[in-house]
């Protein structure tokens, strides 16, 4: 055995590389639309964050208004019955 290549071992080598190269490009090829749908989950699940955050801030601030006001009424009822 000769430490030269022949043509056909050549060839096949050729072809595997060529083979690996297209795969490679279709790997770079497809990275925006994997990106794309990576983002758009991301995306969404930090908007439904959002929104379940905001509605447990309204429902905190309508709670605390509302004893605010509840306690106001009380302490302002308290005074009334006490001077006059």
């Known amino acids: 055995m000769s430490g030269f ?3 056909k071992e050549f060839e096949q080598f050729e072809k595997r590389i060529d083979d ?3 795969t490679l490009d279709s790997k770079i090829d497809d990275l925006p639309n994997r990106f794309n749908d990576k983002l758009q989950i991301a995306l969404n699940s930090q908007l439904e ?3 379940k955050e905001s ?3 309204k429902k905190s ?3 605390w208004t ?3 006001t509840g306690v106001i ?3 302002v009822s308290l ?3 006490l001077f006059f």
Do not use: M, P, Q, Y
């Open 5 to 7: 290549v022949d043509r």
């Open 20 to 22: 690996k190269f297209k």
């Open 49 to 51: 964050t959002f929104r």
């Open 55 to 57: 509605k447990e801030d």
């Open 61 to 63: 601030i309508i709670t």
């Open 66 to 68: 509302l004893s605010g």
């Open 73 to 75: 009424i009380a302490l």
């Open 79 to 81: 005074i009334v019955k």
